[in-house]
């Protein structure tokens, strides 16, 4: 009776192994904690996948984020904030998390991914990122600057960062939705809508004090009134969110 249960758990064990080894055949991918760091006011990881090999389908591992010594809520691999390149499920993809929390003064912050072991890796030495301490995360501040018109008579408009702290680089990471947009309204007609990608394809924004300039194709042929906004408040927190609008009255010529 006891060879046949031990046979049984051999074979058993068999099996486990060769359906592992059968999810992932081939290269095999290498997950690492790239960076852990403020952006705006929130905690901003980068998770990637180095390997040769993407991760296998219907992979449920996880990555555990700690802060000061207290684990927060599991953050799911395939919800993401945005991704590049197919994001850590790819080779040389990478996934980004925005996560709100309210840095207002220096905290420890440890993330471990993969920590049930769920997926096989070229390398397990590189699964976490431990003892980062961040912040304060000082906030940016998005206004809206000048509205003037060139000398075709096109409305221009400049955006400025005037917090103490930079704009996420998330902002220009976005693959699939608009989390940051400048709109123009010319006499109460909405004239466009554009993504920060549109107007500051350089990031000029992202430093402290930078600024961005958008030469629009709005002409001014006649007194009107022109209105800028510029919104951001699905991506980022602003130190002050009462600058975002500036409305001005434009005549060609004067």
Known sequence: MKKTMIVFLIVALVFAINSVCKKQK???????????????????VVLGNQGEGPLPEGRISLASLYIDGTTQEDIVLQEASSTAQGGIAQPNGKSYYLIPYDVSKPVRVDVYIDYNEEIRESNEENNSKEGIYIGPCLLPDLAVGEIYLDENCNVVVTVENMGPGSVPKQVWMLEEEAGCTLRLICDEEEWCQVTVLDFDPSQELEPVTGIAGFPSDLEITEESAVTAIIDCSDLIQEQNEENNTKSVVLKCGS
């Open 26 to 44: 081939g290269p095999l991918p290498d997950l690492y904690v790239e960076d852990i760091s403020c952006m705006g006011g929130d905690i901003y």
